[in-house]
């Protein structure tokens, strides 16, 4: 297994939440779940921490980490600053590339079960878009924020409604790629943006407590 099979594998345990915000990682459990040694292991947990995913705590390890709500609220206004440059700069798709993200819009509806895959397709969609500005630098720090607070977002589409309304908005955002509405485009995507942050703000303040770690992994 290559290092960023590794990284992925442990970054799906956290997406899945099989780890939770604030659980102690258990090397030894995970590289028996994994069948690899302990070594390699440790070395993926260095490239999370890199990205934030997971933190060093004395006497602990490494936990997977746990945002405040201020911090999450940081992360979504880094996120609307880029994410904002990156729309005022998008060229305008061609038809092949329209395609493509009509494609990905129909696989996520076809996954609108899967939590998991919704996750992934709804980052491939709003990916596909960023790329076209071609401006890798900001593509790399958005995509770290978006790692950053993905465990967060998974729970954000558990909502049978909220998944149906990130469906319909995909809709909106297609439609004004296609017509080359650069002011609706990014008035839509704010709004898009801005509902899960509001959503996960509520959550991390009123019911934190259902991301109290769940012990060992099983």
């Known amino acids: 297994m290559s290092d960023k099979e590794m990284i992925d ?3 799906d345990l956290i997406l899945r939440r099989a780890l939770v915000p604030g659980q102690p990682i258990r090397q030894a459990e995970i590289a028996e779940r994994l069948n690899v040694s302990r070594s390699p292991i440790r070395e993926a947990l260095q490239g999370l921490e890199a990205e934030g995913l997971v933190t060093y705590q004395r006497n602990r390890g490494y936990v997977v980490t746990r945002l405040s709500a201020g911090l999450l609220q940081q992360a979504y206004r880094m996120r ?10 998008i060229k305008w798709p061609d038809p092949e590339e329209l395609s493509r993200l009509g494609d990905l819009q129909k696989k996520l ?3 609108r079960d899967s939590v998991n895959n919704l996750v992934r397709l709804n980052r491939e969609f709003h990916f596909a878009i960023f790329a076209l500005a071609q401006m890798s630098l900001f593509d790399e720090e958005v995509g770290r924020l978006w790692r950053l607070t993905e ?9 049978e409604t909220t998944r149906e309304e990130i469906i319909r908005e995909h809709e909106l955002i297609l439609e004004c790629l296609s017509q ?3 002011d609706l485009l990014l008035i839509l995507t704010a709004q ?10 509520k959550f991390l303040e009123e019911e934190l407590s259902m991301f109290e770690p769940a012990g060992a992994l099983i």
């Open 80 to 89: 609307e600053l880029l994410e904002t440059e990156l729309l005022q700069n």
């Open 9 to 11: 594998q442990i970054r």
């Open 109 to 111: 509806i076809d996954a």
């Open 192 to 201: 898009h943006r801005k509902k899960s942050e509001v959503y996960l703000i």
């Open 180 to 182: 080359r509405d650069r």
């Open 151 to 159: 465990p967060y977002r998974a729970v954000y589409l558990v909502s």
